[in-house]
């Protein structure tokens, strides 16, 4: 890592112990830059050094690496492979648990990591030991003290990704598994990006469609079992407006879902969740991508049809208060630009719901 660039203070590896703890690398490789990822260790797993800044708070707002890691008391087959950095934004015990929320933010370049699965191992060796060594001889998969590892953060994320993805791929956990990355989500009608809330949540106006570019990449293809990419949500606040899903038939390329935020007049959270694997889950990890959304009602468009609606009925009502000795063509012209507005302020302003 360059001199210029803050180390990671924070080390925080999973395994391919449970499907579950490998589908978590897939996760934290695939979530857009700002969304929250949670980890979780039992106690005796996390090393005491980084256990009493949980307990204190410090370690709040520090740079943490995520990592993947397979047989790390075995010499000859370790696997220790730098995956995406993040920020801690919370970290507490809870009955012997230790759970940290990370927001994610740059892919590590890896140019300088190995780039074959000997040399991987070998690199691995050198580093679990030197961790093992600095935290009293035990290996713990959350730990403070760790060697520095040769990465860096600038680049072209969509590139850093890959060359993650591709390393992976080396070890016989993720061999058949497909890779995903999700891009910030962009306007629909610009090029304007959306940025996730501190809390991890992605806000939407109801007047604000959003598209979700997505890419994946698998180093190997096959017929069976069928691979889908799908989108799903709620269908209510939040619809896909675009096919919500793909059969994937190629090893590497990219599509794009588009969302419809259709708030009621109120406030709502939801959720929008990204899904790449077989259909029927297997032993193999499969790549899947969750967060929250808000979707917020625009408040100018609620003043705007009470108005228009207030005003309609005033049009409405215009005639009676005129009086039979008004003209006849001003009275209907009234009731018909009332009845006009009124039927803007309902159906046009509001939409029916899915």
Same mark, same amino acid.
């Given at each position: 890592?360059?001199?210029?660039?803050?180390?990671?203070?924070?080390? &925080?590896?999973?395994?391919?112990?449970?499907?579950?703890?490998?589908?978590?690398?897939?996760?934290?490789?695939?979530?857009?830059? *700002?969304?929250?990822? +949670? !980890?979780?260790?039992?106690?005796?797993?996390?090393?005491?050094?980084?256990?009493?800044?949980?307990?204190?708070?410090?370690?709040? *707002? +520090?740079?943490?690496?995520?990592?993947?890691?397979?047989?790390?008391?075995? =010499?000859?087959?370790? !696997?220790?492979?730098?995956?995406?950095?993040?920020?801690?934004?919370?970290?507490?015990?809870?009955?012997?648990?230790?759970?940290?929320? &990370?927001?994610?933010?740059?892919?590590?370049?890896?140019?300088?990591?190995?780039?074959?699965?000997?040399?991987?191992?070998?690199?691995?060796?050198?580093?679990?030991?030197?961790?093992?060594?600095?935290?009293?001889?035990?290996?713990?998969?959350? %730990?403070?003290?760790?060697?520095?590892?040769?990465?860096?953060?600038?680049?072209?994320?969509?590139?850093?990704?890959?060359?993650?993805?591709?390393?992976?791929?080396?070890?016989?956990?993720?061999?058949?598994?497909?890779?995903?990355?999700?891009?910030?989500?962009?306007?629909?009608?610009?090029?304007?990006?959306?940025?996730?809330?501190? +809390?991890?949540?992605?806000?939407?106006?109801?007047?604000?469609?959003?598209?979700?570019?997505?890419?994946?990449?698998?180093?190997?293809?096959?017929?069976?079992?069928?691979?889908?990419?799908?989108?799903?949500?709620?269908?209510?606040?939040?619809?896909?407006?675009?096919?919500?899903?793909?059969?994937?038939?190629?090893?590497?390329?990219?599509?794009?879902?588009?969302?419809?935020?259709?708030?009621?007049?109120?406030?709502?959270?939801?959720? %929008?969740?990204?899904?790449? *694997?077989?259909?029927?889950?297997?032993?193999? =990890?499969?790549?899947?991508?969750?967060?929250? %959304?808000?979707?917020?009602?625009?408040?100018?468009?609620?003043?705007?049809?009470?108005?228009?609606?207030?005003?309609?009925?005033? &049009?409405?009502?215009?005639?009676?208060?005129? *009086?039979?000795?008004?003209?006849?063509?001003?009275?209907?012209?009234?009731?018909?630009?009332?009845?006009?507005?009124?039927?803007?302020?309902?159906?046009?302003?509001?939409?029916?719901?899915?």
């Amino acid at each position: 890592m360059s001199e210029q660039e803050e180390r990671p203070q924070v080390l &925080l590896l999973s395994s391919n112990l449970r499907r579950r703890y490998a589908e978590d690398i897939l996760t934290a490789l695939a979530l857009p830059r *700002g969304a929250l990822i +949670q !980890f979780r260790y039992e106690a005796q797993y996390v090393a005491s050094s980084l256990q009493q800044k949980v307990a204190s708070g410090s370690v709040l *707002g +520090q740079r943490a690496l995520i990592g993947f890691i397979a047989d790390a008391t075995t =010499p000859a087959e370790c !696997f220790l492979l730098p995956v995406r950095v993040a920020e801690v934004v919370a970290a507490e015990c809870v009955a012997e648990v230790i759970l940290f929320k &990370l927001r994610v933010t740059d892919h590590v370049d890896l140019d300088d990591y190995a780039l074959s699965r000997t040399d991987i191992n070998i690199e691995s060796r050198r580093a679990i030991d030197k961790m093992i060594e600095g935290n009293g001889g035990t290996y713990y998969p959350a %730990v403070l003290k760790f060697p520095a590892f040769p990465i860096r953060t600038n680049g072209d994320q969509a590139q850093l990704w890959i060359s993650v993805a591709r390393r992976l791929a080396l070890h016989p956990t993720f061999e058949n598994s497909y890779f995903m990355r999700v891009d910030q989500p962009a306007h629909l009608a610009s090029a304007a990006a959306f940025t996730f809330e501190p +809390q991890g949540r992605l806000s939407l106006g109801d007047l604000q469609p959003a598209r979700l570019p997505v890419s994946f990449y698998s180093q190997s293809y096959t017929e069976t079992p069928k691979i889908t990419l799908t989108c799903s949500t709620d269908g209510r606040f939040l619809r896909v407006s675009s096919d919500h899903s793909h059969d994937v038939a190629l090893r590497y390329d990219s599509t794009e879902f588009w969302l419809q935020p259709d708030a009621s007049s109120f406030d709502a959270l939801t959720h %929008v969740t990204i899904r790449l *694997g077989p259909a029927e889950p297997g032993t193999t =990890p499969v790549a899947a991508v969750r967060f929250p %959304v808000i979707i917020k009602h625009s408040r100018i468009r609620l003043i705007s049809r009470v108005a228009i609606s207030a005003l309609g009925a005033f &049009l409405v009502a215009m005639p009676a208060i005129l *009086g039979a000795n008004s003209s006849l063509p001003l009275r209907v012209l009234l009731a018909v630009i009332g009845a006009a507005s009124l039927s803007a302020a309902t159906i046009v302003m509001g939409r029916p719901r899915s």
